[in-house]
């Protein structure tokens, strides 16, 4: 499958424990998309890469959120001392180098802090 | 700040019939509206793009407009299908900015 992928497909933690997600891109994409959507409601960007340099952050991505993506490859999110309120679906897109052009997006990450 | 709002958040129509969806968006008009579908549990998928200077776009059963004087995009499914049930997405976006979605409008088609 060439297709954008992410894992783990679904987490369910303690509040207060820090978590993780990993997103692996469609390998000829330069742009790297995060967004978070809960019940109800449209994917909410959260930020986004070109190659390995993060260019923009959203006001919702809290001091406690942070993004990599070293090698300009894969990318990793970490929450760091969950909250309830941080459960939601985590999605990635990926995109080639023009920010107008359709996102393919992977299947999320559902998590759920309890 | 740019907003888009799906005026539905749900739609049930007859299976042969015509759907249509709203996308209105506020404040300067977006380079450009993107739709999506997206089924539970999953990721949207694109469907179509339009640009602000394109006044309607076509993929077989689909059709999008663009109304910059209503600031306004009309999704169509034609012929529609149990099949085509699932939540529709628009979103905008201007030469580098982020896409801003919209609710989504879920869409059921009964047989």
């Known amino acids: 499958d060439t297709g954008v992928s992410q894992d783990p497909r679904h987490k369910i933690t303690k509040r207060g424990q820090n978590v993780t997600f990993r997103c692996d891109p469609i390998s000829e994409h330069n742009r790297l998309y995060w967004y978070r959507q809960t019940l109800g409601q449209g994917p909410e960007f959260l930020t986004y890469f070109q190659n390995e340099a993060q260019l923009e952050k959203s006001r919702l991505l809290s001091d406690r959120f942070s993004a990599e993506r070293p090698k300009g490859s894969f990318s990793t999110l970490e929450i760091q001392r969950t909250e309830q309120g941080d459960s939601a679906m985590y999605l990635c897109a990926s995109t080639r180098d023009r920010g107008n052009d359709e996102q393919f997006f992977g299947p999320g990450t559902r998590l759920t802090v309890l | 700040s740019q907003k888009i709002e799906q005026n539905s958040e749900a739609l049930n129509i007859q299976e042969g019939k015509t759907a249509t969806l709203t996308c209105n968006y506020t404040n300067y008009s977006p380079a450009y509206l993107q739709w999506y579908r997206q089924d539970p549990g999953r990721g949207p998928v694109f469907l179509l793009l339009?640009?602000?200077?394109?006044k309607e776009k076509r993929k077989e059963r689909l059709k999008v407009t663009f109304d910059t004087t209503l600031k306004q995009s009309l999704f169509h499914i034609t012929a529609s299908q149990p099949a085509d049930s699932a939540t529709y997405l628009c979103a905008r976006n201007s030469g580098n900015t982020p896409l801003v979605f919209g609710k989504g409008t879920r869409l059921s088609v009964i047989a």
């Open positions: 339009i640009r602000e200077n394109e």
